[in-house]
Nanobody, 127 residues
Framework: QVQLVESGGGSVQAGGSLTLSCVAS????????MAWFRQAPGKEREGVAA???????IYADSVKGRFTISIDNAKITLYLQMSSLKPEDTAMYYC?????????????????????WGKGTNVTISS
């Protein structure tokens, strides 16, 4: 069993920056994907960014160039650096893990394939 705990959310004005963190604990495997998803009220959960065990990354078109995903492999801590934030970035952000690689279709992360989820951290961007 893997436990994921997100932190770093908050309220920021448009154009600002935030960095989210996700600390993983419990059972681990050599090959895994760690990802960030987000869900705004009344909307479906969508993949934001992911990093695979080989270091390759996947970004949603809506955040490409503004968000950067990274991982500290020693601590198994996932980060999401967000800049140039927009009101449409407002959502609950979730950390997730998939074994052994990121489940995706045409470059789109599949939430149904994720094996573990954190409880989320809220991000609110005001205009």
């Amino acid at each position: 069993q893997v436990q994921l705990v997100e932190s770093g959310g908050g309220s920021v004005q448009a154009g600002g920056s935030l960095t989210l963190s996700c600390v993983a604990s419990g059972a681990t495997h050599y090959n895994y994907c760690m990802a960030w998803f987000r869900q705004a009220p009344g909307k479906e959960r969508e993949g934001v960014a992911a990093i695979d065990s080989d270091g390759s990354t996947i970004y949603a078109d809506s955040v490409k160039g503004r968000f950067t995903i990274s991982i500290d492999n020693a601590k198994i801590t996932l980060y999401l650096q967000m800049s140039s934030l927009k009101p449409e970035d407002t959502a609950m952000y979730y950390c997730a893990v998939d074994w052994p690689r990121c489940g995706q279709v045409g470059g789109t992360l599949m939430s149904a394939g994720m094996d573990y989820w954190g409880k989320g951290t809220n991000v609110t961007i005001s205009s």
